[in-house]
């Protein structure tokens, strides 16, 4: 690689595969109809609501295809990745104990958590635009047509490629930088950066 590209990666549905993420749309919709509010407007405040949401962020159990080149690539120092998740505070320490089950804590430049508890999309806005990323990778069809909007904005700061690992349900969806998995957004960037 050429040059030492800095990226961004979601976690769930991108560095920790979540099968569950193929009900996002359906989920997204019997949210608005019951509770008038989308996931990421959603923040679960009763104890039992938490209890919720933590389970079901435990089917991202498997690391992503592509993970073990991911981690190479880090050790080898030819990218410089951070981890921007919309996960909220009750879940950073399963995220901790995530990274270190599968040895790569330590290997990513810094992670960042929504400890404030924002809108996962606003958050992860704010971070990149921070970073000034060449590249973000994002499963949520949903944050990345808000972040999308936001790099092809000339009023805003933020500059970087947003690419998307879709799911079956929505691979339909006309995108520049659609991936199926984390291996093939790896691919494409080692490609391009090669002299």
Sequence with gaps: MSKKLRVGFDFDGVIAYNPLRVLRKPGNYIMNRILGKGVLDYYPEASHSKTIWKLLHKTSLFPAPGFTTLKKLLHENKIEGYIITGRYSLLEND??????????????????????????????????????????????????????????????????????IYNIIDHFIPYKNKHPHLSSFLKTIINSNSD
């Excluded at 508890?117 to 808000?146: C, G, Q, T």
């Design 95 to 164: 995220l901790h104990h995530w990274l270190v089950k599968h040895n790569s804590e330590h290997l990513f430049k810094k992670i960042y958590i929504n400890r404030n508890n924002l809108n996962p999309a606003i958050f992860k806005e704010s971070m990149i635009e921070k970073l000034k990323l060449d590249h973000y990778v994002e499963d949520n069809w949903d944050v990345v047509r808000h972040l999308n909007g936001k790099s092809d904005d000339p009023k805003s700061s933020i500059k970087t490629d947003i690419h998307w």
